[in-house]
């Protein structure tokens, strides 16, 4: 139970959180340069109720965000024992 001291370094920044924030930063970046294209025309999405119009363009960076990372694999940890990886 008890070997070797751990000695932790300066540990990776986890792929799930660089997956998150790419994928939010990309999905947002998509969805700014679809409404400058087509000049805010809103009859796009003229088919949903108002109360889902003003919440489908915000949810689509936050949606994409945790898509990718749940997809996204963990970063391995082989400082740590092999019981907590």
């Known amino acids: 139970m008890h070997g070797e001291p751990i000695s932790y370094g300066k540990p990776k920044i ?39 119009e003003s919440l489908a363009v915000p949810l689509l960076p936050g949606l994409i965000a945790y898509v990718s990372g749940y997809v996204a694999k963990h970063t391995a940890r082989p400082d740590l024992p092999p019981d907590q990886r």
């Not at 990309?26 to 003229?46: E, F, K």
Request: proline residues 3%.
């Open 14 to 52: 986890e792929r799930k959180v660089t997956a998150s924030a790419a994928g939010s930063y990309l999905s947002l970046l998509a969805v700014l340069t679809v409404l400058q294209a087509i000049n805010a025309d809103l009859d796009l999405i003229a088919f949903l109720p108002d109360w889902l």
